[in-house]
């Protein structure tokens, strides 16, 4: 994978991850449940973020060859811009008039 398409990937991929949980009724896309509480939405978004710092560290490592320290303020940071990542399926989702 080229340098500069990597970021690209990693950020439709971290705004589809980030929005999956609001557009779903299916527990992390597996099981199917007639009514998913905003909770078990959250715990979702949590893990949707787990996944994305996975899939964003080997992509580090492979463009790179090996990942960068990182200290509390960048996580605190990328947790802060995942959720507004996944604003638009809360919206859509518990905002949005349906008619």
């Known amino acids: 994978m080229q340098a500069s398409i990597g970021p690209f990937v990693l950020l439709v991929f971290a705004v589809t991850v980030a929005n999956l949980p ?3 009724d299916r527990i992390f896309l597996v099981w199917s ?10 715990l979702e978004v949590a893990f949707g973020y ?8 080997l992509l580090e490592r492979h463009l790179h060859g090996s990942a960068y320290s990182q200290a509390w303020e960048f996580y605190a940071i990328t947790i ?20």
């Open 22 to 24: 609001f557009v779903s």
């Open 33 to 42: 449940v007639s009514h998913k509480p905003l909770a078990l939405r959250l």
């Open 80 to 99: 802060c811009l995942f959720l507004v990542f996944a604003f638009p399926g809360f919206v859509f989702r518990y905002l949005w008039r349906q008619r």
């Open 50 to 57: 787990a996944l994305v710092a996975v899939f964003a560290l």
